[in-house]
């Protein structure tokens, strides 16, 4: 099984009671598994991309001095054809698909 590493972090101007309800918003437009109001994680999965079989991943909600941050870890679905260059372009697509839901989440609030 493949380690997990961490793939992203975003950050934001405001504070993680803000960007968690926003996070699990964004995240049910994707594959949202279980969300943790308490430890502010969020399990769910990508789907498969010419790069890569998906992955399993974790983002979490943490504070920061100026706001908040939200990082990502994640492990490879499958191993058969793998590649670390495939798995970074993925997690790219991943990074900028999460950021443009919940950017849109956030703006909802504001």
Same mark, same amino acid.
């Given at each position: /099984?493949?380690?997990?590493? *961490?793939?992203?972090? &975003?950050?934001? !101007?405001?504070? !993680?009671?803000?960007?968690? !309800?926003?996070?699990?918003? @964004?995240?049910?437009? /994707?594959? &949202? =598994?279980? @969300?943790?109001?308490?430890? =502010?994680?969020? %399990?769910? +999965?990508?789907?498969?991309?010419?790069?890569?079989?998906? *992955?399993?991943? &974790?983002? %979490?909600? *943490? #504070?920061? @001095?100026?706001? +908040?941050?939200?990082?990502?870890?994640? %492990? #490879?679905?499958? +191993?058969?054809?793998?590649?670390?260059?495939? *798995?970074?372009?993925?997690?790219?697509?991943?990074? =900028? $698909?999460?950021?443009? @839901?919940? $950017?849109?989440?956030?703006? $909802?609030?504001?």
């Amino acid at each position: /099984m493949a380690k997990e590493m *961490e793939l992203f972090t &975003l950050s934001y !101007p405001q504070g !993680p009671d803000v960007v968690w !309800p926003a996070l699990k918003r @964004a995240l049910a437009t /994707m594959d &949202l =598994r279980e @969300a943790d109001d308490s430890n =502010r994680t969020a %399990r769910f +999965s990508t789907g498969m991309s010419w790069t890569s079989w998906g *992955e399993y991943t &974790l983002g %979490r909600v *943490e #504070p920061e @001095a100026s706001g +908040s941050r939200v990082v990502v870890r994640g %492990r #490879p679905k499958g +191993s058969f054809l793998t590649t670390n260059v495939g *798995e970074k372009i993925h997690a790219s697509g991943v990074r =900028r $698909d999460l950021k443009q @839901a919940l $950017d849109t989440a956030l703006a $909802d609030v504001i």
